[in-house]
């Protein structure tokens, strides 16, 4: 089923994505946890990742980078702020064109499986307002869109 729901605030300046699967918590846990199941599905399709270090823990560094169709490299990164797994992590997310984002990620039994709840809090209302109009809602929905084919594929 993926993705369910997208919600923005501006008064909070944060937009909630909400999606859920027919899995494991300890299998959607994976999905951040191992790096090569993190690639397959952190990029949008067009714009697949590449991770480089993946250092999972409180204090660590998770870096990458995507490769868009004509082949051009855009870094990223993660300062990775708390780590609970199966429950979820919280991050800064970032690269050279955008300001940090604190990026909270709860995941939790459902009755159907498992739900992901993954909260982005922007900088500011300007912020939230630019990225949001250069496709940060729609790049996060397509590549969490991903994600029931990397589980199938196990």
Not at 33 to 59: C, S
Not at 127 to 133: N, V
């Amino acid at each position: 089923m993926t993705v369910t729901s997208v919600h923005k605030d501006p008064e909070t300046r944060t937009m909630t994505l909400t999606a859920e699967f027919t899995a494991t918590v300890a299998g959607v846990w994976q999905l951040w946890a191992d790096p090569r199941r993190l690639e397959r599905w952190w990029g949008p399709p067009t714009h697949p990742a590449t991770v480089v270090e993946h250092d999972l823990r409180a204090g660590g560094t998770v870096s990458y980078y995507v490769t868009s169709p004509d082949g051009e490299k855009s870094p990223g990164w993660w300062r990775v702020l708390a780590v609970t797994p199966p429950a979820g992590l919280e991050f800064e997310l970032g690269d050279p064109g955008i300001p940090a984002l604190l990026v909270r990620v709860r995941i939790t039994a459902h009755a159907a499986g498992t739900r992901m709840v993954i909260v982005t809090t922007f900088p500011t209302g300007a912020a939230m307002e630019q990225l949001i109009g250069l496709g940060f809602e729609q790049g996060l929905a397509t590549a969490v869109g991903q994600i029931d084919a990397v589980l199938a594929a196990g």
